[in-house]
């Protein structure tokens, strides 16, 4: 698997045809912390020799507690647990339980500079939404209604407040709310910055030096993958060509899941120079900010027009908002 790692980083940088600052690197997907650390670090020191990578590159690897050993969490310096509750874990398919969850974090010491905080959603062709809408085997289960939702939402951000996790985006909170704990590869993501994937089932967004902006999909099973990277010297299944229009309602999106919102700035550099002004109708906007559900940002370093955001209201029917802002959009 390693060279077949090796092989798709070849080909997704060929893709950008460029050489460019690489300042993040994500291991995500499954559980890559089965893997040796070496592995991960040989996979490191091959995007070093092949890219130019920041000396302060945020490096993060997802895991799961029993995949872990205590000896292996002092290379792996990040840990993520999906639930405290034994029956939910069951349910999810996860092999730990709570007890072990607990130790993990115990092992981890905890020192978090920022959280990552979100509810399970069941979607459409997955193992976990067939098993819940037809061989439930966890009765207790029951999905919650919008009130109980809404006050999970409040709670978690009080309780996030009180231990000084200020929130940043919409599931993401960073210790003092200070930008320097922020998580560096998710900030990209919403910022509209590019980002490549390589490995089974992974996604990427690029611009190339003609400016246009490709979303990109690897194949999805392993041994599929590994089989096309030594045939084809890519693991990639497909990409597309992004419009001008989806690039700009992608960016909008994703602005609007944090507390900055909508940077007039930002907008212009990933968009190829559109102006957030021609592209949104600010009356539109007029209802949800008499209404305190968005705030107008009219700042003095502001080069191109004025920026909007959410308000902590507006954060948390985000979906619905940024929907009728988009519907409008042309």
């Given at each position: 698997m390693l060279n077949s790692f090796k092989i798709d980083i070849d080909g997704a940088l060929f893709d950008i045809n460029e050489r460019r600052m690489v300042k993040s690197i994500y291991f995500g997907g499954g559980t890559p912390s089965l893997s040796r650390p070496e592995t991960i670090k040989q996979i490191i020191d091959y995007i070093c020799s092949k890219s130019a990578v920041d000396k302060e590159a945020e490096i993060t690897l997802e895991?799961?507690?029993t995949s872990v050993e205590l000896d292996k969490l002092k290379s792996f310096r990040e840990a993520g647990l999906q639930s405290f509750d034994d029956s939910y874990l069951k349910?999810?398919?996860?092999d730990h339980n709570r007890e072990l969850s607990l130790s993990s974090l115990t092992a981890c010491d905890l020192g978090a500079s920022q959280l990552s905080l979100y509810q399970l959603t069941l979607e459409r062709g997955t193992p976990l939404f067939k098993q819940y809408f037809t061989n439930n085997v966890v009765p207790k289960l029951k999905l919650k209604s919008e009130e109980e939702l809404s006050d999970f939402w409040d709670l978690t951000i009080e309780t996030a407040e009180r231990n000084d996790y200020l929130q940043y985006e919409i599931s993401s909170f960073a210790k003092g709310g200070y930008v320097k704990n922020r998580s560096m590869h998710n900030s990209f993501y919403w910022n509209g910055t590019d980002y490549i994937g390589?490995?089974?089932?992974?996604?990427?967004?690029?611009?190339?030096?003609?400016?246009?902006?490709?979303?990109?999909?690897?194949?999805?099973?392993?041994n599929a993958w590994m089989s096309q990277c030594e045939q084809m010297q890519t693991g990639c299944k497909k990409t597309e060509k992004l419009s001008q229009l989806e690039t700009n309602k992608e960016l909008i999106l994703f602005a609007l899941r944090t507390i900055e919102g909508a940077v007039p700035e930002l907008?212009?550099?990933?968009?190829?120079?559109?102006k957030l002004e021609d592209f949104i109708d600010f009356n539109t906007l007029d209802h949800f900010v008499t209404h305190g559900y968005l705030e107008i940002i009219e700042e003095k370093d502001y080069k191109f027009g004025r920026g909007f955001k959410a308000s902590k209201k507006g954060l948390k029917v985000i979906d619905f908002i940024t929907k009728r802002i988009l519907e409008a959009c042309n």
């Amino acid at each position: 698997m390693l060279n077949s790692f090796k092989i798709d980083i070849d080909g997704a940088l060929f893709d950008i045809n460029e050489r460019r600052m690489v300042k993040s690197i994500y291991f995500g997907g499954g559980t890559p912390s089965l893997s040796r650390p070496e592995t991960i670090k040989q996979i490191i020191d091959y995007i070093c020799s092949k890219s130019a990578v920041d000396k302060e590159a945020e490096i993060t690897l997802e895991c799961n507690p029993t995949s872990v050993e205590l000896d292996k969490l002092k290379s792996f310096r990040e840990a993520g647990l999906q639930s405290f509750d034994d029956s939910y874990l069951k349910f999810m398919g996860r092999d730990h339980n709570r007890e072990l969850s607990l130790s993990s974090l115990t092992a981890c010491d905890l020192g978090a500079s920022q959280l990552s905080l979100y509810q399970l959603t069941l979607e459409r062709g997955t193992p976990l939404f067939k098993q819940y809408f037809t061989n439930n085997v966890v009765p207790k289960l029951k999905l919650k209604s919008e009130e109980e939702l809404s006050d999970f939402w409040d709670l978690t951000i009080e309780t996030a407040e009180r231990n000084d996790y200020l929130q940043y985006e919409i599931s993401s909170f960073a210790k003092g709310g200070y930008v320097k704990n922020r998580s560096m590869h998710n900030s990209f993501y919403w910022n509209g910055t590019d980002y490549i994937g390589v490995g089974p089932g992974a996604h990427g967004r690029y611009t190339d030096p003609y400016s246009i902006r490709y979303r990109s999909f690897r194949v999805l099973e392993p041994n599929a993958w590994m089989s096309q990277c030594e045939q084809m010297q890519t693991g990639c299944k497909k990409t597309e060509k992004l419009s001008q229009l989806e690039t700009n309602k992608e960016l909008i999106l994703f602005a609007l899941r944090t507390i900055e919102g909508a940077v007039p700035e930002l907008f212009f550099e990933n968009s190829n120079g559109c102006k957030l002004e021609d592209f949104i109708d600010f009356n539109t906007l007029d209802h949800f900010v008499t209404h305190g559900y968005l705030e107008i940002i009219e700042e003095k370093d502001y080069k191109f027009g004025r920026g909007f955001k959410a308000s902590k209201k507006g954060l948390k029917v985000i979906d619905f908002i940024t929907k009728r802002i988009l519907e409008a959009c042309n």
